[in-house]
């Protein structure tokens, strides 16, 4: 066996959105509303469900299957397991270390990568990785979990990054993209850096809220998804995902230069969410349609229906947002709730088109046999 067959991915994908639902009745938990038992138990792990359980998951998956060979599913598999244990309530330590371990198997698989091909976006996925394995002994080493969030934000902004660093090549050259980009991201390192091993108060979140910003104006600018927003279909909705996901970005960078990386800051929650859900997911829902054909070897084929579970994620936090802005929980919980809702409409639409995209060819073969007959 060269790989692992796309049918024995399933259950790695399937313990990433185990952590994933776990993680997001955390999440309502955080904010007061009344969810069930083992998810409000779990919402000091919030953040570690959502990025190290389920993006640790997902994103480790991802690379597996590009890397090919069987042992890079070890880092989904390993991701997974330290989700399941989290959710079960298991010995914190041994959860810990299963996404330690999770993480140094994806970057060992980003070094395999920058080897066979040595190039900026190569290396920005490895740094990526290395800035999921770091949260990771942040947190084992400190017991702090505030104290790794920078380096696991640090890792999905990165990864994003580094992946669309890649597509500018199908762009003209332009001298400054990439030392502005490697600014950029020194910039988010050291902030990263400073902020959680809590060199001074606020000079890292601030460094790293500045670099985050830099980030969104670079990927404003260099970003294919400008010309890619006015075509049609699938690419022009992958552009509109970018591209909003890209303002999210810099909100979360401008609350966050408000102070709001600090936890307990009245900011806190709107810097949070407009990175973690605003951006990152709006990234998900555009890539959704080539990522999960590629894991999975599924068809989903493009549907304008698409774009709602889209507008609900910006309205529903929005609606977050302003309830943070103007100190009002109903607000904030009502947005909350329509986050969660969001998530799960994003999720049946996936299913739906996996199911429409299984009955297209069947539908085809019968409109061939149809027309043959009545020839």
Not at 54 to 79: D, K, M, N, Q
Not at 159 to 170: S, Y
Not at 202 to 230: E, K, N, P, Y
């Amino acid at each position: 066996m060269n790989t692992l067959p796309p049918l024995a991915r399933v259950p790695l994908l399937v313990l990433g959105l185990a952590s994933l639902v776990t993680g997001v009745l955390a999440g309502l938990a955080r904010v007061g509303v009344s969810v069930p038992d083992f998810g409000a138990m779990q919402a000091g792990s919030h953040a570690a469900l959502m990025i190290g359980a389920f993006f640790g998951t997902v994103i480790s998956l991802e690379r597996a299957v590009a890397l090919g060979g069987l042992w890079p599913y070890l880092g989904p598999a390993l991701a997974g397991g330290g989700g399941v244990l989290l959710m079960l309530g298991g010995p914190l330590v041994v959860a810990q270390s299963l996404l330690l371990l999770a993480s140094s198997v994806l970057v060992a698989g980003s070094v395999v990568v920058t080897r066979r091909q040595l190039a900026l976006f190569t290396v920005m996925l490895a740094i990526g990785a290395a800035c999921w394995l770091t949260g990771n002994l942040v947190w084992i080493a400190g017991g702090n979990l505030h104290a790794a969030v920078p380096f696991w934000l640090a890792f999905l902004v990165l990864t994003v990054a580094g992946e669309r660093l890649e597509l500018t090549r199908f762009l003209p050259v332009r001298p400054a993209a990439a030392p502005s980009f490697i600014v950029v991201s020194g910039v988010i390192l050291a902030g990263a850096l400073v902020a959680s091993f809590g060199i001074t108060d606020t000079l890292g979140s601030t460094l790293f809220a500045a670099g985050l910003l830099a980030l969104a104006l670079w990927l404003l600018v260099f970003d294919i998804a400008r010309h890619t927003a006015g075509q049609h279909g699938l690419t022009r909705f992958i552009g509109i995902c970018l591209l909003t996901g890209y303002v999210w970005l810099g909100a979360g960078a401008i609350a966050g230069l408000g102070g709001g990386f600090a936890p307990g800051h009245a900011l806190h929650d709107t810097a949070m969410h407009a990175i973690a859900l605003g951006f990152v997911f709006a990234m998900v829902f555009g890539h959704a349609a080539i990522i999960f054909p590629a894991v999975l070897k599924v068809k989903i084929p493009y549907h304008p229906f698409f774009y709602v579970p889209l507008a609900l994620l910006h309205l529903s936090l929005a609606l977050r947002v302003f309830g943070g802005l103007g100190e009002s929980l109903a607000l904030r919980q009502w947005g909350a709730l329509a986050n969660a809702a969001t998530l799960a409409v994003f999720i049946a639409t996936m299913i739906a088109s996996v199911i429409r995209g299984a009955r297209q060819p069947a539908a085809r073969s019968t409109r061939r046999r149809a027309s043959s007959a009545t020839r």
